[in-house]
């Protein structure tokens, strides 16, 4: 296999590399959420000076039949590599997936870094939330040496949930968190709630539930907030907000959920958080209350939402149970040291 690395900017080359990239994720699944070719070009193309984005392009006869990605970031958790590899279906188990691993390894140890992490569908769930089968994915990080750390379980929520629904849940909340206020806003975020909102983008992965795996919290600021929220804008997503202020106006609590252009029967939940400290008031349920009605409201096309959750994160798989969300997918964290990838 011939390996070369991707020119984002080149169309032809970036249309190659979407449709491994796309039919790869696709495969064997039900609810992939494979990013549309604009957002990923978006992606690709938008400059950040918080990670690195970089893919290559395997070819038999001058045919791409896989991809690989590396992201880098730079801020925080220097020693990371993010490895991702893609083999077209008709050209699995044949050797293409270990070749992609160990250039992607080589490419990471050149760049400096010592750990690898990758996050990769694991098995369709069923009704119950048990696991179908172990997907390619799994079987083959596991052959080349990456640990599953941690696992994460996708759940998936129709749309629209009913407005009854939305307000007895609210109520019930409601007294609950009294002493807190709700607001809410779409991108960008208004210039006085930016410094409050790098700090629970920062608290994130502090607060998460992360099982064995190494990761370090992220490091926020405006210039990263705005790249971010670039992005996004370069993709078609829209990021609406509703976040949870104390009395003084201090703000504890977000929830996100992100709309995308591109795809837009499909929203996203990312993060939701409530600060150590301010927990036991119900923000949890109420900010997604919220934020599920003006979605609802601002998109009434949207017919799935999809969120991720750590199996054993309790506090907030019992409120997405509340709303009706259901188990769809197992997906693994798996990390190792780059010296020992087998690949
Ligand atoms: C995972 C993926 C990249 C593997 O590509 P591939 O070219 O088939 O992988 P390889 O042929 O190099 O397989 C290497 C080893 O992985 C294991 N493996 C890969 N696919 C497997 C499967 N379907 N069942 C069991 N073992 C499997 C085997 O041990 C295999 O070695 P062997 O064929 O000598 O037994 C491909 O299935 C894919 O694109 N999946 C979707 C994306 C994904 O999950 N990527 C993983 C993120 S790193």
Not at 234 to 259: K, P, W, Y
Not at 316 to 333: I, K, Q, S, T, W
Request: charged share 25%; with cysteine; net charge negative.
């Amino acid at each position: 296999m011939h390996i070369s690395e991707l020119d984002a900017a080149d169309d032809t080359e970036f249309d190659e590399f979407y449709e491994v990239y796309d039919t790869a994720n696709r495969h064997g699944r039900c609810h992939s959420t494979s990013w549309a070719k604009p957002e990923l070009r978006a992606a690709y193309r938008t400059p950040s000076t918080a990670h690195t984005r970089r893919a290559w392009l395997g070819r038999i006869d001058g045919a791409v039949v896989a991809a690989g990605v590396l992201e880098t970031p730079l801020r925080d958790n220097t020693e990371l590599a993010e490895l991702d590899c893609l083999v077209a279906p008709e050209h699995r188990r044949r050797g293409y997936g270990r070749l992609m691993a160990g250039h992607l390894r080589d490419q990471a140890q050149r760049v400096g870094r010592t750990l690898a992490i990758s996050w990769v569908f694991g098995g369709e769930l069923d009704v119950a939330g048990q696991l179908v089968e172990t997907s390619p994915g799994a079987r083959f990080c596991a052959a080349i040496g990456l640990q599953e750390r941690n696992t994460d379980v996708h759940r998936m929520l129709d749309l629209p949930v009913h407005p009854e629904l939305l307000d007895s849940l609210a109520a019930e909340a409601a007294p609950h968190h009294a002493q807190y206020w709700l607001i809410s806003w779409t991108d960008p975020c208004p210039d006085q709630h930016r410094a409050a909102y790098c700090a629970l983008k920062e608290a994130m992965i502090a607060e998460v539930p992360l099982g064995d795996l190494q990761f370090e919290p992220e490091r926020w600021d405006e210039q990263r907030m705005r790249e971010a929220e670039a992005e996004l804008i370069a993709m078609g997503r829209t990021r609406h907000v509703v976040a949870a202020a104390t009395g003084d106006g201090s703000i504890v609590a977000h929830n996100e959920v992100l709309h995308a252009a591109h795809d837009p029967g499909r929203l996203y939940n990312w993060d939701t958080l409530v600060l150590p400290g301010h927990r036991g008031h119900r923000l949890g349920l109420a900010m997604k209350v919220a934020n599920l009605r003006r979605v609802q409201r601002l998109h009434p096309h949207g017919r799935e939402l999809h969120t991720h959750n750590a199996a054993q994160n309790a506090p907030m798989v019992a409120v997405n149970d509340r709303l009706g969300f259901r188990p769809v997918e197992r997906v693994g964290e798996w990390q190792v040291e780059l010296t020992m990838l087998v690949a």
